[in-house]
């Protein structure tokens, strides 16, 4: 069993789904778990007709419109008819949105967002088993169980794993293709509510199901050749790294590296599961393999510049040790906000953190710590983690500009700097 993931990107017109079909072919008679994303911007644009929706605002069925528009036009230019299944979902949307949101924004984000997933595969489904390509679709969630979480749902692994395994069994009647098309990003509670797995939570979807499966290998399709030692997007002169380990992967991809969600690294290497990062533009290139190399350090630097950071430095106004009872009170206070801590330092009366900038969540967290504690910040920074630094390559990117902080293990530096000024 081999499981695929194709991104976003990589089913934005029809033209891409032609090429997802001609990628699929080559493994012809194969057993494939394949995992797709919404098409092209979609979840963006589902999380406005969502907004507009929890605020009973009419743009909402106008969002929706343009929705249909840019699916329904997809799907007739690969099958002239039009997928049934789409038209169903597009109604259900429809119908979803004529009634109340529920009272919780997540539950009802989720159950608007999730749609995005569910008309990429009835679209790529169809046009599929019309050109040759037999498949069924599974609806994720029937399998990937979670928690209620709306938003950031957390796996519950006995369940799904026995759900998919379930799914896959060869000897159940409902398998007849070596082929499955399924959602990333979506799954639901044990309530049965539809759920997401949080923003570029597709990547992860596929690494269950090939921990679920004990896949021989999964494999990501990117617009990229496969993982470079920084975002082509940044910088010019990236390296592709042909192969790496997973925890280099897991580190690279927790401090920014959007190339691989996080999340994915961890139910691949519980089962020594290969990962390779390919390109759907040149499939026949070999990519990256994520793979236990854990004796084969890197000698290439790796770069990821996460922008809009905002350093917070917080001391108690009664000059107690910030380590007694500060830190407790701090933490739980993130927690409760769901501020994720890009980096932090503390001294005896004083503890810093660099986090990504949300200003409604910004203010929630001074007012919450006004009471007790004294809050400095610095906005408009940029937090840098360089993995096999060097010190040439750390002045290149820092470029001379004020450090505000710096942290150095052995393999990994981190600095908060000013971001730069557009020319
Ligand atoms: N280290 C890296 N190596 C390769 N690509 C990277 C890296 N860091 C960031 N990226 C970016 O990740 C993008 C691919 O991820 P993404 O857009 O999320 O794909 P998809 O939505 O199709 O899954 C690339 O276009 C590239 O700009
Ligand atoms: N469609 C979801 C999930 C996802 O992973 O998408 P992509 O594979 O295009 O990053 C999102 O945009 O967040």
Known sequence: MKVFKFGGASVKDAASVKNVREILSHYNGERLCVVLSAMGKTTNALEA??????????????????????????????????SK????????????????????????????????ELM????????????????????????????????????????????????????????????????????SSTNGHPVTLGREGSDFSAAIFAYALDAGEMIIWKDVPGVLNADPRHFDDTVLLDRISYRDAIELAYFGA???????????????IPLYVKSFEKPEEKGTLIHSFEDQPLNTPCYIVKKEQVLVSVSP???????EDGLHTIFGLLSHMGIRINLM????????????DHPDK??????????????KYNRGLELITIRYYNKKITDKIVNKR?????QKSRLTVQLVVESQKSK
């Open 120 to 187: 990429s595969t009835a679209i790529v489904s169809d046009y599929l088993n019309l050109n040759g390509l037999t498949n069924q679709e599974l609806d994720a969630r029937k399998v990937l169980i979670t928690n209620e979480a709306y938003r950031n749902a957390r796996v519950s692994w006995e369940e799904t794993s026995g759900k998919i395994r379930a799914a896959f069994d060869e000897s159940n009647p409902e398998q007849f293709a070596p082929v499955t098309v399924t959602q990333g990003f979506i799954g």
């Open 258 to 272: 959007s190339v691989i969600h996080p999340k994915t690294i961890q139910p691949l290497q519980n089962k020594n």
């Open 402 to 406: 004020p450090v505000l902080l710096e």
């Open 362 to 375: 910004l203010n929630r967290l001074f007012k919450a710590l006004s009471g007790d504690f004294r809050v």
């Open 49 to 82: 007709v969502a907004d507009a929706w929890i605020k009973q605002d009419m743009a909402a069925i106008t969002l929706l419109n343009e929705i249909e528009t840019f699916h329904m036009d997809i799907s007739k230019e690969l099958n002239g008819a039009g």
């Open 317 to 323: 106004n009664d000059f107690s040790f910030i380590a």
């Open 345 to 356: 330092q503390n001294s005896a009366i004083s503890f810093s953190i660099c986090i990504d």
């Open 85 to 116: 299944q789409l038209k169903l979902i597009i109604r259900e949307i429809r119908q979803l949105l004529q009634s109340a949101p529920p009272a919780l924004y997540d539950a009802a984000y989720d159950l608007v967002v999730s749609n995005g």
